[in-house]
């Protein structure tokens, strides 16, 4: 990117990138399928499609404008940009995740909604929905996705994978993490022979979520 460029915009690039390594890191994704956006003011920072995140560099920024026209950089946007940007016309989003987690893919394949195994539900504001499959890339998907993420800051995509959203990468990435821990949590204890897992109920949850907005982080 040019040194005209605001420092504040190559700073949340380095994040997006330095998230999107993370998350293969993590093992939330293989090679380059999942994408990471950040939004400053009305530019919307997003990994480039096909391009290996331990090759970007500062030079590689891409940024796009709410309605997805490239105002940044020589690379293409990831071709799931529909969902990143569905999620910042719809909310106060400022960073976006987007993953093909194995366990969270799998329990999309499985359910419409996670059961509720665990009140960390309550860090994605209450049991997390699967949206209906659509190709990537389509309005189609990035509208599904919406209708689940109502009252909620992530959902599964079915038979595709995971998108959460945050005020920052870290929360958008820790949302992300979370929900794959869920979802694998509950493919553990569902998969025992013979026996169902005890899940919790919508006033059970309720009461975490009551106590999360005086304590922060749950224990
Ligand atoms: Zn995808």
């Not at 990117?1 to 997006?16: C, F, K, N, T, Y």
């Not at 990537?136 to 038979?159: F, I, Q, V, W």
């Not at 979802?183 to 569902?190: D, E, M």
Request: proline share 5%; aromatic share 6%; charged share 15%.
């Amino acid at each position: 990117m040019s040194e005209q460029q605001p420092e504040s915009i190559g700073r949340a690039w380095l994040d997006v990138v330095a998230t999107a390594r993370r998350s293969a890191a993590d093992g939330l994704v293989v090679g380059t399928s999942g994408n990471v956006s950040a939004r400053v003011g009305d530019l919307v920072l997003v990994t480039p499609s096909g391009v290996p995140y331990d090759r970007l560099g500062l030079r590689d920024a891409v940024g796009v404008d709410l309605e997805g026209r490239q105002v940044l950089g020589d690379l293409g946007p990831t071709s799931e940009l529909p969902l990143h940007l569905a999620v910042y016309r719809s909310t106060g989003a400022a960073a976006v995740v987007h993953t093909h987690a194995v366990h969270a893919t799998a329990v999309s394949t499985l359910v419409t909604e996670v059961p509720l195994v665990h009140y960390a539900a309550a860090i994605l504001g209450g049991p997390v929905r699967t949206a209906a499959y659509a190709r990537y890339g389509t309005p189609e998907l990035a509208e599904a996705m919406l209708g689940a993420l109502a009252d909620r800051t992530g959902c599964l995509l079915a038979n595709h994978g995971t998108v959460t959203y945050g005020d920052t990468l870290d929360q958008a990435y820790e949302r992300t993490a979370q929900l794959e821990w869920l979802c694998r949590l509950w493919l553990t204890a569902s998969s025992v022979p013979g026996r169902t897992p005890t899940l919790l109920d919508a006033a059970q949850l309720d009461e975490v979520t009551e106590a999360l907005k005086g304590y922060g982080q749950p224990g």
